[in-house]
């Protein structure tokens, strides 16, 4: 339907005519014509008389035929909202189990029925990493310090040697000389034989600590003494954000998606709605009973997407017993066993 307007003169004919009549590259047209109907003018929208709606409102009329096969468009139906953890638990800080509840959020599937099989594998990977660290830190460290206190035990010994043989080759050597000289060097070599000990258990600690924190950083202190020297005073606790933040170790947080399915929760239609909502509040659960009991976690470090075929030797030699758990294939550590709970 065209709105009505006053006439004025053509600037082309001369002729009067109104904008309802100008067609198309201003040429005079009647609505009708092929120059004119679809062309510039002052069209309405389709609609049933006497009703007002935008442009964004293409609905066709109720009873209309076109109205029979049209699905109507619904608004998101809010859903149960999903809640963070409020506070701590079991000495982890209340936004490094947030961080880890995000994250989860995002790493695992929606297959229900090895849901809490699957989360408590993704989970556990968390605090095993963790702790692996933790473990392999505090364990150089303390070989560091034996290491200090058998080389001072051997410079001792030495020094104690050194003037006993002095003072035999000043005075004659009695048997007694003789008997504390053959005692002296018992002890040095043994002593000497507990350094070069110390020195090879001190290299494999290093190793082990390296490797572990392979999983939080890039650029490492290969150096065992220079590492050790920052820490004297104290070994900070790695927390489950540190973990997260790993150099490309979990895809869901750095590639953003765990982000992304957290904020779209609100858009998702009823029934998908219900499955991330039991999801999340299943996570909750799980870090919860994991943070508090370490005994209940599972030995796996590692997980990627399933893939049929996927062998976890063709990648990394230090990963065995793999396993697919829900939508993601799990493994464990053949070295680390023995630091974890």
């Known amino acids: 339907m065209r709105n009505k307007s006053t006439t004025s003169p053509s600037p082309k004919t001369g002729r009067s005519s109104s904008p309802s009549f100008d067609g198309w590259n201003g040429r005079v047209a009647h609505p009708n014509s092929p120059n004119g109907g679809g062309g510039p003018g002052g069209f309405t929208q389709p609609k049933p008389l006497g009703v007002n709606f935008t442009a964004s409102t293409r609905s066709p009329h109720p009873l ?9 468009s619904e608004k998101p139906v809010a859903g149960p909202p999903l809640e963070w953890f409020s506070s701590g638990v079991a000495g982890y800080s209340k936004e490094e189990m947030n961080d880890a509840l995000l994250l989860l959020f995002g790493e695992v599937s929606t297959i229900m029925s090895t849901l809490d099989e699957e989360i408590k594998a993704a989970a556990s990977t968390l605090f095993n990493r963790a ?3 933790d473990k392999t ?6 070989v560091y310090r034996e290491k200090k206190k058998i080389e001072k035990t051997v410079i001792k010994f030495k020094t104690e040697y050194s003037n006993l043989l002095k003072q035999s080759k000043n005075q ?5 000389i003789k008997a504390e000289l053959n005692k002296q060097k018992v002890f040095l070599n043994e002593v000497e034989r507990l350094q070069n000990s110390i020195v090879e258990s001190l290299k494999e600690a290093n190793d082990n600590r390296l490797s572990a924190e392979s999983y939080i950083k890039r650029d490492r202190v290969g150096s065992s003494s220079k590492w ?4 004297e005073t104290g070994i900070p606790r790695v927390t489950l954000t540190e973990v997260i933040n790993g150099p490309k170790q979990y895809e869901a947080q750095f590639s953003g998606s765990a982000q992304k399915r957290f904020d779209r929760y609100s858009r998702l239609d009823p029934k998908s709605k219900q499955i991330d909502f039991q999801r999340w509040e299943r996570i909750k659960q799980i870090l919860t009973q994991l943070a508090q009991t370490p005994s209940s976690r599972t030995r796996y470090i590692s997980f990627l997407a399933h893939q049929n075929g996927f062998s976890a030797t063709k990648t990394k030699a230090d990963l065995i017993n793999g396993k697919q758990i829900g939508g993601n294939d799990f493994w464990e550590l053949s070295w680390g066993n023995m630091y974890l709970p």
Not at 64 to 72: E, T
């Open 172 to 176: 004659n050597q009695t048997e007694e």
């Open 131 to 133: 702790t692996l660290i």
């Open 64 to 72: 209309a035929p076109a109205n029979r096969n049209r699905v109507p």
């Open 228 to 231: 050790a020297k920052q820490y």
């Open 137 to 142: 830190r505090r364990e150089l460290m303390r």
